[in-house]
């Protein structure tokens, strides 16, 4: 490369910085407000500091989604929860404009006023450091200096993080500088982080990864700094600050840099040479940041243990684990296989992870297509298959590299295979980062579900991997190859910049065309091919948010069923019918888009399977209900059901029934049949088992369980007449008896099956109860 081309790269560097600031500016306006996943979560926590003028301490309160009125406020004025995940929905009419905020504003609380949550903080408190919600809250807090404007609030933090990741780009373009690549090569491939699109979705909404980002660009930027035989006070002291702040962003993030970068500065500080005086700076300036912050992390937000509080919810549940590891250790070791290979190709590869790195923007329900389907289909296989050469590639360099390494100690150079073990900190914070994530995934079973949102921050090393380190492990003459690898990941980027633009437009803004229908379908059967699953019914407040298990909510609540109709030959089913309790057909929704659905099927098509249908329970009976579902077969003319059939329950509070509405199940018509206790589970949960004798097992629809006043339900096969059910082990079901209840076929009445299971002394189950909610509630 001549100078000619390093000329062109010092050029376009801060070019395309900029370049790609003014297009995540023009995505945090075109993104509706509160359509990044999980942004009204995020900016509730930054506006509840930017309220209460100081950090938010676990001891403020109880834990709760959405807690500030501002949050909640912009949440109904912007219609979020109509828009978030349906991808058939469009913003309301006008939104974009200077007289459509400005209604908004004109309704929404003084931002200038003290208003307090009332005793509760946002659930994100225990669960992730204060940095970048602090200082959201300190720029807010500044803007309103000049402003009133709620809107204004928000858009102001949203840009705040547009900055960030334009200094997270310019970090990454110098160090790749550091890492001795030209600076053609290095401003190709700076462009093609700038505008690859996961970067620019996430850099337009209020989200910490933002922050993470610019950390990590930054501390991989002072860890390349950092030379043999010299000790920069200012190098020092920037890589210090930088891993003291990642330290209170995301613990994740941290860990992948800090693990590996330590003892290269270590490494270096002894290659310095310095005076104990020095030496002792060197250390504190490393050390001290992230001592500090992660101390007023721990005594200043945290202090859950000293105050006695219960432990907060957490999304790793090592649950699975354990009971993988009490199988012994050849199921241990054949999980841990299986899930390390699982998580490969669903990060890498196919899979949710993959597809939100690549294909997905929104609430997971914009689609990012590449000129059209079938190309970008292509493209993603494509994808998967350079994926997996990179990382066959780096899998061998780093074997061969290791055996090296192992050589040269072997031979009494141990100092020496150290200093090169570590020499590359950009490499080796990615690997490492890659390691604790492979972990989490194995441990947990991936309760903390993998996204592509979270290979952000280390998206310049990703892509670093494949312009730089996988032509450098095949050849030494690997400059020209790593030029064209980075111009090809920019035109890419370019390319699908467009297209994703064009899709988020149609997304939030092309004409409505969507709408409810009702269908009460005849002659609905059960066929050998289903057409789809009947997704858990789930409260509707946000939906997102609750329990996919749930079964039991006050009476008044918003309910929401969702689903999935996928035709086995692949056809997508021209409607879909929900009917609540045999009787009622429910308004319904559908072909909305279900990435994963996409990603199992293969087929972008597939993807817009998904249906709801809400139910406003305000005005309907206490007790049991069922909601079923059918999709109608376009070329048969007829409803093939989509199972399960799905059982809830109104009760009148903290999912009890009423004393009335027990008083009226005791004088409820007994049936003939059986119920036993099965066992007791390794959770505490009891199992029971029974069946209904004779021909009435065809005329009922569903089963449930009723151990004194709470409700739960049961899995019922009209068949044989058998029914299984668990009573969990908060229940303390060991002082109870249980009895359970019928529901005909198209009948709103209760009829009680004799006999009753004393749960008491009940003997090990087999290990199907591990999670009996999950069995009982299906897929």
Known sequence: MGSFADRLGRIAAPAIVLLAGALG??????????????????????????????????????TDWIVSPYTKYLMR????????????MRVPAGYGTAAYF??????????????????????LVPAYPFAFYALEAVWMRAVSLFTGSLVALFFAARLLCVFLAMLGLYFNYRTALNLRIC?????????????FPLVTFVSSYVQPDNLSYALVSVTLFFATALRPGTLRPATVAGLGLSLGLLAVTKYQFFLGCALPIVPLAAVRLVQAKPSAWQRLQAIVAIAAPAAVLLAVQHFLVGQAAQLGRPAQPSDMNFDFLRATLALGAPAALRYALDATLAAIAGCFVHGSCAASFWQVAGWMDTPIVVVNAAIELVLRATIGLLSLAVLSILLFSLVRNALRLLGVAARGHFRDACVVAVADPALNAYLCFLAIMLALYV??????????????????PAFLCFVWYAPRALTKRHQRASAALAVVLACYSLLAAGYALSDVLQRYYAPQSARYTAASPAGAQVSAQTAGVLWPVVSAEYHV??????????????LLADGSAVLPDGEVPSSVAVILDGTTALPVLSDQFLYPVAEAANSLADGYSGFYATILTAGMREGAHTVAAYAALPAAGRYDTIPPLRLFFLTADDGRFSGAFLRALSRAVVIPGSILPAGACRSGAALVRGSIAGAQAARIAAVWL???????????????????????????????????YAIPVASLRYLRIEGAASLSGAPNAPPECADPLRQLQGP
């Open 25 to 62: 500016t023009l995505w945090a306006f075109l993104v509706p407000i509160f359509q990044g996943p999980d942004e009204p979560a995020h900016f509730d926590y930054a506006i509840s500091i930017f309220s209460a003028e100081r950090l938010v301490r676990v001891a403020d309160g109880q």
């Open 77 to 88: 004025a912007v219609d979020q929860e109509r828009i978030a995940w349906h991808s058939s």
């Open 102 to 123: 400005a209604r908004v504003d004109a309704g929404a609380p003084n931002p200038r006023a003290v208003l307090a949550p009332e005793g509760k903080i946002s659930y």
């Open 183 to 195: 600076t053609a090569t290095a401003a190709a491939l700076t462009a093609g982080i700038a505008f």
């Open 443 to 460: 441990v947990t079973n991936n309760a903390f579900g993998a996204e592509g949102r979270q290979l952000y921050p280390f998206v310049f």
């Open 545 to 558: 948010a609750s329990s996919r298990f749930a079964y039991a909510f006050p009476s008044g609540s918003r």
């Open 706 to 740: 009723l151990a004194e006043d709470r409700p739960f339900p049961a899995r019922y096969d009209p068949l044989t007449g058998a029914f299984v059910g668990a009573v969990p082990s908060d229940f303390s079901p060991q002082t109870h008896s249980v009895v359970a």
